[in-house]
């Protein structure tokens, strides 16, 4: 299977001669079916540029729904178990794409809403100010693994943990991509800050991206700058060269500082009461403190403490106590050091620390 490259090709044909479950990320820009009736005008007279593209049309709802289960069946077939795909769209469409994603088996993770921070006026006056599409972010199944860079997220967002409200602009200057007339190239390009965000999100470097429905290129163009292999599939010939165009002006390294990954997670080997009895890091009958000495147990030579009332392990005993279903005792006892209070999970930590696990 070639990766980095354009495929100036039906979406769904191109779809169906690529191996199963080869694919760790799908992002897909699917046609709206907007069913424009009539030009948009603003109050000046002047034309809106909205999207009047034949690719948008549909002859019926049907047939969007038709077309719309035919690539998302091949999407699901493509993608790895532990692959994710994010879909865009507005309220003309993600409705019906959200429902067929759920009948096909998919399971929905969120839906993120873009919130454009400048969006079109309602020019006519007769309704909100659309400032919103949704990404519908979902596995293949309930049961399936997947990729999500938690870290990463939250590295991008100011060291807090990254919502599903994304306050990104409309392509605008120097992002937007212009014709030789210069006018906007594509009517639905994308900000490359929210490809960003999911390629970092739900994939690794080398992953395969996949974009069925290439556009201006943007999928194509954020993947090579943070390292991830990519497959595009354009129908629209004048579309495939401005994204052959635009990936030839990307210099990868000059995009270092976006190249972030997860850190690995250290598996850390279990350590129970019993072990830290047996190496003496806890003595039977050595006492453990609640909140800093205001209640009070006994370690028993079977690893569990007791009191007056109650004998149990540590997170037993520490949920009697709570009056909840479950306690992690490691982090609610103490013990005593030099008139000091610790936490029990020191001594875990310790063990850990001279022992080399």
Known sequence: METNIIHHEDSIKLMKTLPDESINLIFADPPYNLQLKNTLLRPNQSKVAGVDDEWDKFKSFKHYDDFSI???????????????????????????VGNIMMDLGY???????????????????????????????????????YVFNYQVMKKLNNGKQMTSVWKIPLCRGVERIKDENGKKAHSTQKPEEIL???????????????????????????????????????????????IDDRLNSICPDDFKHLKLSEPIKKILQKVSMQKLIKYKYINPGQKFYAKKGTIMAYVLPNGNIKNNTFEGSIHKMGAYIKETDGCNGWTFWYYKENDNFKLIDNLRIKYREENGI
Do not use: C
């Not at 077939?77 to 019906?96: A, P, Q």
């Not at 839906?111 to 100010?129: A, C, E, H, L």
């Not at 739900?202 to 194509?220: R, Y």
């Open 70 to 96: 035919e690539w998302l069946k091949e999407s699901k077939r493509i993608l790895k178990n532990d692959g994710t795909i994010f879909v865009i769209g507005s309220y003309h469409n993600i409705f019906r």
């Open 107 to 145: 399971w929905i993770l969120n839906d993120i809403q873009w919130y454009k921070s400048n969006p079109m006026p309602n020019f006519r006056g007769v309704r909100f100010t659309n400032a919103t599409e949704t990404i519908i972010w979902a596995k293949k199944s309930e049961k399936s693994k």
């Open 196 to 242: 960003k965000r999911i390629i970092l999100a739900g994939s690794n470097e080398k992953d395969i991206i996949l974009d069925p429905f290439g556009g201006t290129g943007t999928t194509a163009a954020v993947a090579k700058k943070l390292n991830r292999q990519y497959i595009v599939i354009e129908k629209e010939k004048k579309y495939v060269k401005i």
